[in-house]
């Protein structure tokens, strides 16, 4: 062993990429993304109902190109999410769905933040990993739902 | 040549756990600055006895290859 490290996030990037992070945080917990809100309204019949939003913490959501009040919604039979930037451009997630009490979608919005979070770093890490270059050796996701990913090179 | 392995570890909440092995001297910590700098800022960090032995060149090229400023 040579060091160990531990990490905090930063969420800090232009809208493209935490869309993917969105995206692939949807996939993982089953929810369908919808292009635009007027989509959403259009063909989801939701009944919102209560509505509790969390910030994502260290969040940054670079405003080029990014009308205000753009935001990601995602559905999943009553349940609604929707990701966004405020005003001082942090990044928003907000859930909300009849007949779940706000504890109940505190915590499911906390989880998507959280899964949205975990999404944007391994992007980034592969990312970075194959422009640099490095051989990727083994990728597997472990029982508590984290992801290790263990990676080689070879230096003269 | 130097085998190199980083084992990246990404909990449920996003942070990153980064094991670096086979790397002697401080060269290791090159590493991890250069993770820390795409993913966040360092929570903690622990030094094991490898990181003691004596240092190989390949530390100023990985400054270079992983373009980590000072």
């Not at chain 1, 949205?116 to 391994?122: E, H, L, S, W």
């Not at chain 2, 570890?9 to 086979?22: A, C, F, L, P, W």
Request: hydrophobic fraction near 40%; include cysteine.
């Amino acid at each position: 062993m040579s060091a160990v490290v531990i990490l905090t996030p930063i969420v800090i990037s232009s809208w493209p990429a935490i869309t993917a992070a969105v995206a692939g945080a949807a996939a993982g917990l089953g929810l369908m993304v919808k292009e635009t809100v007027e989509e959403a309204v259009q063909e989801v019949e939701v009944e919102v109902g209560q509505s509790v939003e969390v910030e994502l913490a260290n969040s940054e959501v670079l405003a080029e190109n990014l009308a205000t009040g753009k935001e990601i919604v995602l559905t999943k039979a009553d349940l609604q999410i929707r990701v966004g930037r405020d005003e001082r451009g942090r990044c928003t997630v907000c859930a909300s769905g009849k007949g779940r009490s706000k504890t109940e979608l505190k915590q499911i919005a906390d989880d998507f933040a959280q899964k949205m979070t975990q999404c944007f770093v391994y992007n980034r890490v592969m990312s970075e990993v194959k422009s640099r270059n490095f051989q990727v050796v083994n990728e597997e996701v472990m029982e508590d739902e984290s992801v290790r990913i263990h990676v080689r090179r070879w230096v003269d | 040549m130097a085998q190199h392995d980083v084992e990246i570890t990404i909990s449920q909440t996003g942070e990153v756990r980064v094991h670096v092995k086979g790397v002697k001297g401080k060269g290791c910590l090159e590493y991890s600055k250069w993770l820390a700098r795409i993913v966040g800022r360092v929570k903690d960090e622990q030094l094991t006895s490898e990181y003691y032995e004596p240092e190989t060149k390949a530390r100023i090229d990985l400054k270079q290859d992983l373009n980590i400023e000072e």
